[in-house]
């Protein structure tokens, strides 16, 4: 099987004051074709740097790419070290040249004398056109593929896609990798780690790989075969397996969210929901509506963070909070029935919580959150403890609370 490694070039990756974003989007694009990525690297602006990166990836994969260091600055340093790594001299190409100072002389500037650098290509190798000043560089070595890349994201991501993807389609042609995202919520990845066994021992194929973030529990399954209509079916049969395995903790496929997932259900029941927030300070609603079309079901939205704000808002009675506690079982009930009363909607969810980092109590600690969720006939009520600090917190409690609304939605 092909295989792919990325370096990624530049002081300013190095010290995280530039997130590397085109060694994700070219995983994506490569592994779209049957070619995966299996390493990759971060070097300085440094020549030997960038060769030893280029050894490194050399000795992983069958295709290296790189991106940036092909400017014209001093601290541009991809093509120097592409000739030394090739083993050949920089040569000038007359017809690079010309069409950078054409590039200018289009824009009524003088081309300044040091993009010339830009003209100079490893003897052998094939420039590769971009939008910008910036040829890109394809070389073969020792029956590899090398290619440097831009890093300008707009830059990179064209000069692939028209001079680099089509060749390693045709590379690719005869094996078939196929991918398929599996979306949980519920439970952590050691839980469900436990509960696949032996489908993700590795060396398996399909092979499956998770990830977590924020909650959000992502299977990756893996299968590689000759042609995609093979791979295809190993995908299905393994997909089958999992949502059988897992049942409810699978929420969605592909990049779903949970919003969109619970969107889909209350547009496809003719259902509507409105929301009462404190501790989540309207994340709860900002997730709802970054679904396009989230009007279809989504009414109202309040942020109540007083206990004043409940009352006069909401009705929530001011001696239930004296009583029990603005983050307390029987407000957060109050507060969805309030909030579906006023807005007339099939559904309301109220939460109440300490989001910290201050606040807490021995009852009480940081992270307490309670979560109702109102159908006219129940309110359903969970009480939670989150970890974390107060970003993570709230937006787990908004996380959960439109989890709990899909399982609702789905009896």
């Given amino acids: 099987m092909i295989k792919a490694s990325i370096v990624s070039v530049g002081n300013e990756v190095l010290a995280g004051k530039t997130v590397d974003t085109n060694a994700a989007h070219l995983s994506s694009e490569l592994l779209s074709i049957g070619i995966p990525v299996v390493s990759s690297y971060v070097v300085r602006d440094e020549i030997d740097a960038i060769v030893r990166g280029l050894e490194l990836a050399s000795a992983d994969a069958d295709v290296v790419l790189t991106t940036g260091g092909l400017g014209p600055t001093d601290d541009d340093l991809t093509r120097q070290a592409f000739a030394r790594f090739l083993g050949v001299e920089l040569e000038l190409r007359d017809e690079l040249l010309e069409r950078i100072e054409k590039f200018f002389a289009g824009r009524n500037y003088p081309m300044p004398e040091r993009n010339k650098i830009q003209a100079y290509i490893p003897a052998g190798a094939k420039a590769l056109a971009n939008i910008g000043t910036a040829p890109g560089i394809m070389a073969e070595s020792k029956s590899k593929i090398f290619v440097a890349l831009p890093g300008v994201p707009m830059e990179m991501k064209q000069m692939f896609e028209e001079s680099v993807l089509p060749e390693l389609k045709r590379l690719a042609s005869d094996q078939a990798m196929v991918?398929?995202?599996?979306?949980?919520?519920?439970?952590?990845?050691?839980?469900?780690?436990?509960?696949?066994?032996?489908?993700?021992?590795?060396?398996?194929?399909?092979?499956?790989?998770?990830?977590?973030?924020?909650?959000?529990?992502?299977?990756?399954?893996?299968?590689?075969?000759?042609?995609?209509?093979?791979?295809?079916?190993?995908?299905?049969?393994?997909?089958?397996?999992?949502?059988?395995?897992?049942?409810?903790?699978?929420?969605?496929?592909?990049?779903?969210?949970?919003?969109?997932?619970?969107?889909?259900?209350?547009?496809?029941?003719?259902?509507?929901?409105?929301?009462?927030?404190?501790?989540?300070?309207?994340?709860?609603?900002?997730?709802?509506?970054?679904?396009?079309?989230?009007?279809?079901?989504?009414?109202?939205?309040?942020?109540?963070?007083?206990?004043?704000?409940?009352?006069?808002?909401?009705?929530?009675?001011?001696?239930?909070?004296?009583e029990h506690g603005a983050v307390s079982e029987q407000v957060a009930r109050a507060m969805a029935a309030g909030v579906r009363n006023k807005a007339g909607t099939d559904y309301?969810?109220?939460?109440?919580?300490?989001?910290?980092?201050?606040?807490?109590?021995?009852?009480?600690?940081?992270?307490?959150?309670?979560?109702?969720?109102?159908?006219?006939?129940?309110?359903?009520?969970?009480?939670?403890?989150?970890?974390?600090?107060?970003?993570?917190?709230?937006?787990?409690?908004?996380?959960?609370?439109?989890?709990?609304?899909?399982?609702?939605?789905?009896?």
């Fill in 348 to 411: 309301a969810i109220g939460i109440t919580g300490i989001a910290g980092p201050a606040g807490g109590s021995e009852q009480k600690p940081v992270g307490t959150v309670y979560i109702g969720i109102d159908s006219g006939n129940e309110c359903d009520i969970k009480s939670c403890i989150f970890s974390g600090n107060r970003r993570f917190i709230r937006l787990r409690a908004a996380q959960t609370a439109l989890n709990l609304l899909r399982l609702k939605l789905n009896i």
């Fill in 179 to 322: 991918v398929k995202k599996l979306k949980c919520f519920g439970a952590g990845e050691s839980t469900i780690a436990g509960m696949l066994g032996t489908m993700m021992r590795r060396g398996r194929n399909p092979l499956i790989n998770s990830t977590a973030s924020s909650g959000i529990i992502t299977l990756h399954i893996i299968a590689t075969a000759e042609d995609n209509e093979t791979a295809e079916q190993m995908v299905m049969e393994d997909e089958k397996t999992l949502r059988n395995t897992l049942g409810e903790l699978v929420y969605g496929f592909g990049d779903q969210s949970l919003a969109e997932v619970v969107g889909e259900k209350l547009a496809l029941q003719g259902k509507t929901l409105a929301v009462a927030e404190s501790c989540t300070g309207g994340l709860l609603a900002k997730l709802l509506t970054d679904i396009p079309g989230s009007s279809k079901y989504f009414t109202y939205g309040w942020v109540t963070y007083s206990n004043q704000a409940k009352s006069s808002q909401l009705g929530v009675p001011a001696e239930l909070i004296e």
